[in-house]
């Protein structure tokens, strides 16, 4: 008998445009195995952290399993407020940033192996205009592309290709921005500007090199233009990026303040056109199972 006996599973079952009920089926081969208890809820994108936060309270589980994207780990950890109740991961989003950092890629078998285990890493998370963020938030091109996507039909990361290119040519970059960070003010044009918590986007892109999870900080990302052979680069695992493509600046506390209104992203989901944007490191922690 593990240390542990209930489960909750979280499963989005539209993310990614992809069908999870393999990844369904190993978990509850293994949580029988394991004589566990499991329940599970469906995410609908109307009531759902209402009525997940009612299951959590009842059920009491001592573990929970997400099974969707970044956005489906962001609200399980919003609702759990901390680090006292394992989370184990399934990648099954259109991007799986969390995933591809924590490296958790494999077989179902090999991922609820994972997911039901005994090792585990507290991750760090920022708040930013008072909302959780566990990955990357940005604001510019890259917000402008999810904006767009979450707009159209095709799921996936076909539906960022397709895109991609009419978001370039629409694109009002490059942006303005008045930067505060721990007391320092300094002003940047850029076509995106980054606050990360995490070394790579979920596509690969090893956009934040010296990134940690667990060091209490956060970077800026300052992408200066928009360079192809320099975005290539940061597909390659030890990346070397130019000073005049990226500025990274770590930080604990900071401000961004732009003109106008920049699209705006967080955790791979769209939250508007803003202009003023508040971060900081949460006191919230969250506890990831790993390999």
């Given at each position: 008998m593990a240390d542990f006996s209930r489960v909750l599973m979280v499963v989005n079952p539209i993310s990614g445009g992809i069908d999870k009920s393999d990844i369904i089926e190993e978990v509850k081969k293994q949580v029988k195995e394991k004589d566990l208890d499991l329940e599970i809820y469906y995410t609908n994108g109307k009531d759902d952290k209402e009525a997940l936060f009612s299951q959590i309270?009842?059920?009491a589980p001592h573990r929970i399993l997400s099974v969707g994207g970044d956005g489906t780990i962001k609200l399980i950890a919003e609702l759990l407020k901390d680090d006292s109740v394992?989370?184990?991961i399934f990648p099954a989003g259109s991007a799986n940033g969390l995933a591809e950092n924590l490296n958790l890629h494999g077989s179902d078998d090999y991922l609820t192996g994972i997911a039901l285990g005994g090792?585990?890493?507290?991750l760090d998370s920022i708040l930013i205009n008072n909302e959780l963020c566990l990955h990357i938030s940005d604001i510019g091109l890259n917000a402008e592309l999810i904006k767009n996507y979450?707009?159209?039909n095709i799921r996936g990361k076909l539906g960022y290709i397709l895109n991609s290119i009419p978001t370039l040519i629409k694109s009002d970059f490059p942006f303005q921005f008045d930067i505060e960070v721990d007391g320092k003010k300094i002003s940047r044009s850029a076509v995106l500007l980054a606050i990360a918590n995490a070394k790579k986007y979920g596509t690969g892109a090893n956009i934040n090199?010296?990134?940690r999870y667990d060091d209490g900080k956060f970077e800026i990302?300052?992408?200066k233009e928009f360079n192809i052979p320099q975005i290539l680069?940061?597909?390659r695992e030890n990346v070397e990026l130019d000073e005049?493509?990226?500025e990274i600046i770590s930080a604990k506390e900071a401000r961004i303040c732009s003109e106008k209104n920049i699209p705006f992203q967080i955790d791979g989901e769209y939250r508007g056109d803003i202009h003023d944007v508040t971060a900081r490191i949460s006191p919230v922690k969250i506890k990831i199972a790993v390999p």
């Amino acid at each position: 008998m593990a240390d542990f006996s209930r489960v909750l599973m979280v499963v989005n079952p539209i993310s990614g445009g992809i069908d999870k009920s393999d990844i369904i089926e190993e978990v509850k081969k293994q949580v029988k195995e394991k004589d566990l208890d499991l329940e599970i809820y469906y995410t609908n994108g109307k009531d759902d952290k209402e009525a997940l936060f009612s299951q959590i309270e009842s059920y009491a589980p001592h573990r929970i399993l997400s099974v969707g994207g970044d956005g489906t780990i962001k609200l399980i950890a919003e609702l759990l407020k901390d680090d006292s109740v394992p989370i184990g991961i399934f990648p099954a989003g259109s991007a799986n940033g969390l995933a591809e950092n924590l490296n958790l890629h494999g077989s179902d078998d090999y991922l609820t192996g994972i997911a039901l285990g005994g090792n585990f890493k507290k991750l760090d998370s920022i708040l930013i205009n008072n909302e959780l963020c566990l990955h990357i938030s940005d604001i510019g091109l890259n917000a402008e592309l999810i904006k767009n996507y979450q707009d159209g039909n095709i799921r996936g990361k076909l539906g960022y290709i397709l895109n991609s290119i009419p978001t370039l040519i629409k694109s009002d970059f490059p942006f303005q921005f008045d930067i505060e960070v721990d007391g320092k003010k300094i002003s940047r044009s850029a076509v995106l500007l980054a606050i990360a918590n995490a070394k790579k986007y979920g596509t690969g892109a090893n956009i934040n090199p010296n990134g940690r999870y667990d060091d209490g900080k956060f970077e800026i990302l300052i992408f200066k233009e928009f360079n192809i052979p320099q975005i290539l680069k940061t597909f390659r695992e030890n990346v070397e990026l130019d000073e005049d493509f990226i500025e990274i600046i770590s930080a604990k506390e900071a401000r961004i303040c732009s003109e106008k209104n920049i699209p705006f992203q967080i955790d791979g989901e769209y939250r508007g056109d803003i202009h003023d944007v508040t971060a900081r490191i949460s006191p919230v922690k969250i506890k990831i199972a790993v390999p």
